[in-house]
């Protein structure tokens, strides 16, 4: 509370732009939205991809109150840049949902990377 209360005075005083946060749960976010006051912080990051739509129901939420969000692993950090084989060889299985996935974009003709991004931009 101190250091948001700090974050708070720089931006009146015109030394801080936006105040934002990076959470890792819904709960995180939850809890700066109920003890936060009003307008105190502008901005979020979290993570949100086509696999982990944990922040789906809050986007709303997050949208009403007037937080930007910015998101982080929406490229589920390079995962499906690898091979079947280099996935097997780093987990010892290939993850089934990134396997399906990437099967409906070939299907779909649609390049893997930019139907990830349009999944989380459209969202």
Do not use: M, W
């Not at 005083?13 to 700066?32: D, M």
């Not at 502008?42 to 991809?49: K, N, V």
């Not at 086509?50 to 950090?77: C, M």
């Amino acid at each position: 509370p101190d250091s948001l209360q700090a974050l708070i005075a720089a931006k009146k005083e015109g030394q801080v732009e936006k105040i934002g946060f990076s959470v890792y749960s819904p709960a995180q976010a939850r809890r700066l939205l109920a003890q936060a006051p009003e307008g105190a912080f502008d901005l979020i990051q979290l993570p949100f991809s086509v696999f982990d739509g944990r922040f789906l129901l809050l986007l709303p939420e997050l949208k009403a109150h007037g937080v930007e969000v910015h998101v982080r692993s929406a490229f589920l950090q390079g995962l499906p840049q690898l091979t079947q084989l280099e996935l097997t060889q780093l987990f010892g299985y290939a993850p089934a949902p990134l396997a399906a996935f990437r099967a409906l974009c070939i299907q779909q003709n649609l390049p893997l990377f930019p139907a990830l991004l349009a999944y989380v931009a459209c969202t």
